[in-house]
């Protein structure tokens, strides 16, 4: 079993239950200097090592080898999972978990600060609808990536 720290559109409930058919137990947490940053032309984020910064998010608790398998094509090529500290909120526990690094760090398409709440308002609805369609993708013999699919 394998804690992942989630910073994005897996901070939704129902875009987690849509992939892994349930909604682990989790902990808000703080991965520290990192920096969430929007990236143009798309709904999700990414993150990247900036010193003295700290991206909000939660860690899910007790993924499975197969839904790590799912997270890692959900991720696709551009992410890379790595093993990160985070803190967690309610108690300041540190806790050695994987996350998804956007893998080129000096990308001219990430700009700015990603907001989880503006992305509800405007993409979630969409997004469960990709997501749902990429995990009925998945379970067919000839699947295709996330990005190569949308």
Same mark, same amino acid.
């Given at each position: 079993?394998?804690?992942v720290?989630? @910073? ?9 239950s ?11 947490a703080?991965? !520290?200097? @990192?920096?969430?940053f ?6 999700y !984020? /990414?993150?990247? !090592? ?8 939660k ?16 991720e696709?090529?551009?992410y890379?999972?790595?093993?990160v ?11 050695q ?6 893998q080129?760090?000096?990308? !001219? ?7 989880f ?6 993409h ?19 699947s295709?990536t996330?990005? /190569?699919?949308?």
């Open positions: 079993m394998t804690n720290f989630v @910073y994005g559109s897996l901070i939704s409930d129902d875009v987690v849509a992939l892994l058919s349930r909604v682990p137990p989790s902990h808000p703080i991965l !520290p200097n @990192y920096h969430r929007s990236i143009k032309e798309r709904v !984020p /990414a993150i990247i !090592p900036v010193e003295n910064n700290k991206v909000v998010g860690v899910l608790i007790g993924i499975t080898p197969p839904e790590l398998y799912i997270f890692d094509t959900f696709d090529a551009e890379e999972r790595k093993t500290d985070v803190f967690l909120i309610d108690s300041s526990e540190k806790l978990v994987e996350t998804y690094v956007w080129n760090k000096t990308d !001219p398409n990430l700009y700015g600060e990603w907001d709440e503006a992305w509800k308002q405007l979630l609805k969409d997004f469960l609808k990709m997501t749902t369609e990429f995990k009925e993708e998945m379970e067919l013999p000839d295709k996330r990005v /190569a699919t949308y």
